[in-house]
C-alpha cells in the first residue's frame, strides 16, 4: 500500500499564494489517481481536486476552480496542490489521498489511502 506526507502548509495573508505537497512511498503513485479534501473546524471533510493517473484530467471543486492547480509528478511520486488568491474560508487542515478507482471521484469514500493532513490557515 502507498503513504501519504503532505507538507508545505502555514500562515498566509488573504490573497497569497502557497504550494502544498503530497510525497508518496511504498508504491508509486502512477497507479492511484490523487485527490486533495480538506476539513475546517467543524465541517464535513470537502473535496478539493482531483488528477488522473497520467495527469491528463483534473477535477475541481467549484469553490477553488480558476485559484488552485493540482497537479503530480510521477517520477518524483509526488502530488501537489498550487493554492492563489488565497480566501479565509479556505483555512483548513488539507489531506492528500489515493484512491484505485480511475475516475476523478469527488468523495472521500472513494479514496482508500490519507495523509495525515496539514493545516493552512489564511488570515485578514
Known amino acids: 500500500q502507498v503513504q501519504l506526507v503532505e507538507s508545505g502548509g502555514g500562515l498566509v495573508q488573504a490573497g497569497g499564494s502557497l504550494r502544498l505537497s503530497c510525497a508518496a512511498s511504498?508504491?508509486?503513485?502512477?497507479?492511484?489517481?490523487m485527490g486533495w479534501f480538506r476539513q475546517a473546524p467543524g465541517m464535513e471533510r470537502e473535496f478539493v481536486a482531483a488528477i488522473s493517473r497520467s495527469g491528463g484530467n483534473t477535477n475541481y471543486a467549484d469553490s477553488v476552480k480558476g485559484r488552485f492547480t493540482v497537479s503530480r509528478d510521477n517520477a518524483k511520486n509526488t502530488v501537489y496542490l498550487q493554492m492563489s488568491s488565497l480566501k479565509r474560508e479556505d483555512t483548513a487542515v488539507y489531506y492528500c489521498?489515493?484512491?484505485?478507482?480511475?475516475?476523478?471521484?469527488?468523495?472521500?469514500?472513494?479514496?482508500?489511502?490519507w495523509g495525515q493532513g496539514t493545516q493552512v490557515t489564511v488570515s485578514s
Open positions: 489521498a489515493a484512491s484505485l478507482r480511475f475516475l476523478l471521484l469527488i468523495g472521500a469514500r472513494d479514496y482508500e489511502y
Open positions: 511504498g508504491r508509486t503513485i502512477s497507479t492511484y489517481t
